[in-house]
């Protein structure tokens, strides 16, 4: 593993150890620096760093993408991520702050866990200052504005239409 990589809590579970572990090897493997890797999957650098040490579980399609780039397995990974995500801590207990009070939820809560071959996604309700990959919000830019810009010419349509008919 990379000497620059932080040690993991010791309070992490094994299986969440184990497979942050490998997420590293796997990152390692591309050569890639955390900004590249984010320009490759449409995760940004933070994330990254967040998911690397195990401050966050990562989203399945996340893992799938970094198996992408490093040309590995996403099934074996997915498989791994599965196991891990069931049993990830909340992050309250892992960054040294009060841990969650007992019976709080799942400890994997943000994470929706799916049968194998399906997509999975984040939670919808975002922890306060996280934000969209970059790609994604493009693309949700440019969408918005073909929606506008085919909204708008249809209304000047109209108003021409409305305007021949009234002659």
Not at 48 to 77: H, I, K
Not at 147 to 152: E, I, R, S
Request: aromatic share 8%; net charge positive; with cysteine.
């Amino acid at each position: 593993m990379s000497a620059a990589w932080q040690p993991l809590p010791e309070a992490l579970p094994p299986e969440v150890r184990h497979f942050v572990e490998q997420l590293r090897l796997l990152k390692d493997r591309t050569g890639l620096s955390l900004i590249a890797l984010g320009e490759e999957t449409a995760y940004s650098k933070s994330s990254w760093q967040r998911y690397l040490n195990a401050r966050q579980p990562p989203p399945r399609q996340a893992v799938a993408a970094l198996c992408r780039v490093a040309g590995a397995d996403s099934e074996r990974y997915c498989a791994r991520w599965e196991l891990a995500v069931r049993v990830w801590p909340r992050g309250a207990a892992l960054s040294g702050a009060r841990s969650a009070p007992e019976g709080a939820g799942p400890p994997a809560a943000g994470v929706v866990l799916s049968k194998q071959g399906e997509g999975v996604a984040p939670a919808p309700a975002r922890p306060r200052g996280s934000r969209r990959p970059s790609r994604a919000r493009s693309a949700w830019t440019w969408r918005s504005t073909v929606g506008v810009t085919a909204f708008l010419v249809l209304m000047v349509l109209f108003e021409g239409l409305m305007r021949f008919l009234m002659r």
